[in-house]
Nanobody, 126 residues
């Protein structure tokens, strides 16, 4: 069982930046987990944001955040990050970190992720 804890959310103005962190208690196996970020507004379904693979650190983004958000990982710290720049009001949501079982590749489908954090709120004011 992997536990994920997000942090770094908050209130920011349009055009501002935030960096989310997700710490995992996966021990030395963290490097074998593909990690993803998702978000959910209460009025919408959960939405894919970004993912980073376990094998070579390749990344993949939703079109809505491409060029503004950057996902990265530090396997030595068992942590994945989401740097969010040029934030817009439509980015307002609860952001969730998720992990796939070891050795699984990219996915933008939330149902293919096995472990989830509790979420962190991001609010972008206009």
């Amino acid at each position: 069982q992997v536990q994920l804890v997000e942090s770094g959310g908050g209130l920011v103005q349009t055009g501002g930046s935030l960096r989310l962190s997700c710490a995992a208690n996966a021990g030395r196996t963290f490097s074998s987990y593909t990690m993803g970020w998702f978000r959910q507004d209460p009025r919408k379904d959960r939405e894919f944001v970004a993912t980073i693979s376990w094998s070579d650190g390749s990344t993949y983004y939703a079109d809505s955040v491409k060029g503004r958000f950057t996902v990265s990982r530090d396997n030595a710290k068992n942590t994945v990050y989401l740097q969010m720049n040029s934030l817009k009001p439509e980015d307002t949501a609860v952001y969730y970190c998720a992990a796939r079982r070891p050795g699984r590749g990219f996915s933008s489908d939330s149902y293919e992720y096995d472990y989830w954090g509790q979420g962190t709120q991001v609010t972008v004011s206009s």
